[in-house]
T-cell receptor
């Protein structure tokens, strides 16, 4: 049972345009969401997170939106740069819970074309 | 500040063998978690250790085990390797329990032939 889903395996955008990566979840207990970026042969690196008490969080070119009623979150990258080309994973957890367990989606490969 | 170190980076094993992977967390981090990444499956949670105790375990067979030492370093072991165990195994450390502050290592690429 895939509790966190990224339905787009890949996405291609032009440099300078907006990249929108989507993620859906099924478990209403999740209250903390994260996005990670992963280059080949490297471990995932943390990008941005959001708790369920918010519906938006910004950090520079990256913005995460959370729609709790739809159990949907999205990552916006504006403007997109070639160096953003990587696999992006969304992940969910129960914040402050007695566990460090993150549930990850299957990832979206973003290709930013120069 | 050194990051999360995983050794070895690459490993080739034969079916039926066993393997031990090592993870040294960031200094001061007390929690270590392990994940398996395979194509199309994303990252699957294996287990979490905190203060030398396994706190949580994912849905993997008993062939997958781990431990944590008093210096927070962790090892995971896979016995009786199967072809399907070929994957990237990632270790993540964090200062304490809770899903924030995770830092991943670069992983160990295990190939079972």
């Amino acid at each position: 049972d895939q509790q966190v889903k990224q339905n787009s395996p890949s996405l291609s955008v032009q440099e300078g345009r907006i990249s929108i990566l989507n993620c859906d979840y099924t478990n209403s207990m999740f209250d903390y969401f994260l996005w990670y970026k992963k280059y080949p042969a490297e471990g995932p690196t943390f990008l941005i997170s959001i708790s369920s008490i918010k519906d938006k969080n910004e950090d520079g070119r990256f913005t995460v939106f959370l729609n709790k009623s739809a159990k949907h979150l999205s990552l916006h990258i504006v403007p997109s740069q070639p160096g953003d080309s990587a696999v992006y994973f969304c992940a969910a957890s129960v914040y402050g819970g007695a566990t460090n367990k993150l549930i990850f989606g299957t990832g979206t490969l973003l290709a930013v074309q120069p | 500040k050194a990051g999360v170190t995983q050794t070895p980076r690459y490993l080739i094993k034969t079916r039926g063998q066993q393997v031990t992977l090592s993870c040294s967390p960031i200094s001061g981090h007390r929690s270590v978690s392990w994940y398996q990444q395979t194509p199309g499956q994303g990252l699957q949670f294996l287990f979490e250790y905190f203060s030398e105790t396994q706190r949580n375990k994912g849905n993997f067979p008993g062939r997958f085990s781990g431990r944590q030492f008093s210096n927070s370093r962790s090892e995971m072991n896979v016995s009786t390797l199967e072809l399907g165990d070929s994957a990237l195994y990632l270790c993540a450390s964090s200062p304490d329990r809770g899903a924030y502050g995770y830092t991943f290592g670069s992983g160990t690429r295990l190939t079972v032939v």
